[in-house]
């Protein structure tokens, strides 16, 4: 069975701090892994990974795949508490012709002042 | 663009009541989901269509029907509405079978009573 977890569930931080979440993934013909940030509503793109070692930036976010140990994790630098929201990342499972997506539980970051 | 929209933002069923939930899309994409968004669980796949008049069953399929007639328009089911299905229900739309990228709407929040 596919099964993306993230770790932590939740982590509370202040601003200016730097964090790191984590994402393992057992996915039947591992396609490419996708990270979303979700604040009160819709979740909003961030990454694609698909290659493993190389990393994806963009600002103070980004993220690196480990496609042999089976994990990614996205790094914040200096945060600020507009990134307070849950992180999702999703397995995209190849070998199908809609592009299945297995989600984790997501971590929830807090970020106070 | 509005991108992808969902009507309506909040419903309050009795069980046993029937309803439907509106997903549209203004960027001609090809591909379209329902997920529903579980404390806990992470984004789970009800229904997907990967065209215009196709529909197929995803993770969590019992209890939903949903329907395809027009390419940007996407409707979820329920046909006798259960406690179990209070959720928060999402939509997404993917260009197609080469990008991955799904796009998501704000949202349907729906309790059953």
Redo the contacts between chains.
């Keep these: 069975e596919d099964k993306?977890v993230q770790s932590p569930?939740s982590l509370v931080v202040h601003e200016g701090d730097t964090v790191t979440l984590n994402c393992s993934y057992e996915v039947t013909n591992f396609?490419?892994l996708?990270w979303?940030k979700q604040e009160k509503?819709?979740?909003?793109?961030l990454f694609?990974l698909t290659s493993s070692g190389i990393e994806k930036k963009s600002g103070r976010l980004s993220s690196i795949l480990d496609k042999k140990e089976l994990f990614s994790i996205l790094n914040i630098t200096a945060t600020q508490t507009g990134d307070s929201a849950i992180y999702?990342c999703?397995g995209?499972l190849g070998g199908t012709?809609?592009?299945?997506?297995t989600?984790?539980?997501?971590t929830i970051l807090t970020v106070h002042p | 663009n509005a991108g992808v929209t969902q009507t309506p933002k909040f419903r309050v069923l009795k069980t046993g009541q029937s309803m439907t939930l509106l997903c549209a899309q203004d960027m001609n994409h090809e591909y379209m989901y329902w997920y529903r968004q579980d404390p806990g669980m992470g984004l789970r796949l009800i229904h997907y269509s990967v065209g215009e008049g196709t529909t197929a069953k995803g993770e969590v399929p019992d209890g939903y029907n949903v329907s395809r007639l027009k390419k940007q328009n996407f409707l979820l089911g329920l046909e006798s509405a259960a406690p179990s299905q209070t959720s928060v229900y999402f939509c997404a739309s993917r260009r197609d079978r080469v990008l991955e990228e799904q796009y998501f709407g704000p949202g349907t929040r729906l309790t059953v009573t």
Excluded at chain 1, 97 to 101: A, D, M, T
Aim: glycine share 12%; proline share 4%.
């Design positions: 993306v569930l396609r490419s996708l979303y509503k819709a979740p909003t793109f694609m999702l999703a995209v012709s809609y592009g299945k997506l989600f984790g539980q997501g």
